[in-house]
């Protein structure tokens, strides 16, 4: 009896070492994407920072504007999360968007310390290497999920006067949206969970990888943290475009070393809590409240944290994902900051 069960474990653990790696194109010319996630790799530039190729998209106002807005995205996504809500922020304002190294269409490097630092300081240097500044345009962050965590390194940074000079009176307003800020708080997943396992965590990657009913976990992880309110298929072709993304560059070999911003968030909550117990910046926060990985408790939290000063604006029946859910409401809510 014991010996089959031996067995067993032996035969999962060896698994994904014996099925070959899927032979499918990772590269983005011949990757098979939607037509929707094509027009928006098409619309992107490159630009290298620090020795990474950076993906990144600036849209134009069609309309005069002095306004910029800057959008952060989370894990495990991509800027593209972002793409419903373009043509809406596009009549107020100029929109920057990027993935981070790691994400998208970035370069996704074997050996690169996945951490927020790393992630707010490329960010960072990137806005910069497009010129933005605050001398003419009013900058407006939006940040999501992890986002959230690296525009707080940011505000530390300030907060100490640590930034180059271009960030002095550089934000206008920043808008965190749907993530883990408050860590004790957030409910992670149970794919997070093994991802960040320091000894398994690689092992759970290759699994991901190569064995099918591993991909339709990660399809259902992803699918939990959409409201139950939303449209299933919208949710099937966001996942779909999710988890092409994710393959391009073989990011998707990447995941256990992706979700190191996890312990980040462990280690520098209390580096960033006082920069938010105290803004400086007009601050707010845009929640759904139907989302089972950052619960509106933790908005409630960094609200309280804020004695009140961080607003909070909660998105009735809208899920992790706001700007993807509900694209028209999630907009109308981000503009009444202006
Ligand atoms: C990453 O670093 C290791 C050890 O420093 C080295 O052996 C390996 O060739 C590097 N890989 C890449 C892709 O640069
Ligand atoms: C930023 O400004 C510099 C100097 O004016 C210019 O050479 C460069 O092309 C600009 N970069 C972008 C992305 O607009
Ligand atoms: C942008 O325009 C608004 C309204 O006209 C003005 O209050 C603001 O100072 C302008 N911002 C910059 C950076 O010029």
Same mark, same amino acid.
Not at 226 to 234: G, I, K, M, V, Y
């Given at each position: 009896?014991?010996?089959h069960?031996?067995c067993?474990?032996?035969a999962?653990l060896t698994? +994904?070492?014996?099925?070959?790696p899927s032979?499918?194109?990772?590269d983005?010319?011949?990757?098979d994407?939607?037509s929707?996630?094509?027009?928006w790799? @098409?619309?992107?530039h490159?630009?290298n920072?620090?020795?990474?190729k950076i993906f990144?998209i600036?849209?134009?106002s069609?309309?005069p504007s002095?306004?910029?807005?800057l959008?952060?995205?989370g894990?495990?996504?991509?800027?593209y @999360?972002?793409?419903?809500?373009i043509?809406?922020l596009?009549?107020h304002?100029?929109v920057?968007?990027h993935?981070?190294?790691?994400?998208?269409f970035?370069?996704?490097p074997?050996n690169f310390t996945?951490?927020l630092?790393?992630l707010a300081?490329?960010t960072?240097?990137l806005? *910069?290497?497009?010129?933005v &500044?605050s001398?003419?345009?009013d900058?407006?962050?939006?940040?999501?999920?992890?986002?959230d965590s690296?525009?707080?390194e940011m505000? %530390?940074r300030l907060?100490?006067d640590?930034?180059?000079?271009i960030y002095r009176d550089?934000?206008?307003?920043?808008?965190f949206?749907?993530?883990?800020?408050?860590i004790?708080?957030?409910n992670?997943?149970?794919g997070?969970i093994?991802l960040?396992? +320091?000894?398994?965590?690689s092992?759970f990657?290759l699994?991901?990888?190569?064995?099918r009913?591993?991909? *339709?976990?990660?399809?259902?992880?992803?699918a939990?943290?959409?409201?139950?309110?939303? @449209?299933?298929?919208?949710v099937?072709d966001v996942?779909d475009d999710?988890?092409? &993304?994710n393959?391009?560059n073989n990011?998707?070999?990447?995941?256990h070393k992706l979700i190191?911003?996890?312990?980040?968030?462990?280690?520098?909550?209390f580096?960033?809590f006082?920069?938010?117990a105290n +803004?400086?910046?007009?601050?707010?926060?845009?929640?759904?409240?139907?989302?089972?990985v %950052?619960?509106?408790?933790?908005?409630?939290g960094?609200?309280s944290?804020s004695?009140?000063?961080?607003e909070l604006t909660?998105?009735?029946?809208v899920?992790h994902?706001?700007?993807?859910?509900q694209?028209?409401l999630w907009?109308e809510e981000?503009l009444?900051?202006?």
């Open positions: 009896m014991l010996s069960f031996v067993l474990i032996l999962i698994l +994904p070492f014996i099925v070959p032979s499918e194109p990772d983005v010319i011949n990757i994407m939607s929707s996630l094509r027009k790799y @098409d619309n992107g490159i630009i920072i620090y020795q990474q990144y600036h849209f134009k069609l309309l002095n306004k910029t807005f959008l952060v995205h894990f495990p996504t991509s800027s @999360d972002f793409h419903r809500v043509d809406t596009l009549r304002g100029d920057i968007a993935d981070h190294v790691g994400f998208g970035s370069s996704k074997q996945y951490s630092s790393e300081e490329h960072m240097e806005w *910069r290497r497009l010129n &500044t001398s003419k345009r900058i407006h962050v939006i940040a999501h999920d992890m986002g690296v525009v707080c505000l %530390a907060s100490r640590q930034l180059p000079d550089f934000f206008k307003s920043i808008t949206t749907n993530g883990g800020m408050i004790s708080k957030a992670l997943r149970i997070q093994l960040s396992n +320091p000894i398994f965590g092992y990657t699994l991901s990888n190569r064995l009913v591993a991909k *339709r976990f990660t399809r259902r992880q992803l939990s943290i959409f409201s139950p309110q939303c @449209d299933a298929s919208l099937d996942i999710i988890m092409t &993304t393959r391009v990011g998707d070999l990447m995941f190191y911003y996890l312990s980040d968030r462990r280690n520098f909550e580096r960033w006082p920069a938010l +803004p400086s910046i007009k601050m707010r926060l845009l929640w759904g409240d139907s989302d089972a %950052a619960p509106l408790e933790i908005a409630t960094i609200q944290l004695s009140g000063q961080i909660v998105l009735k029946g899920g994902f706001g700007m993807l859910e694209p028209e907009t981000v009444k900051i202006l």
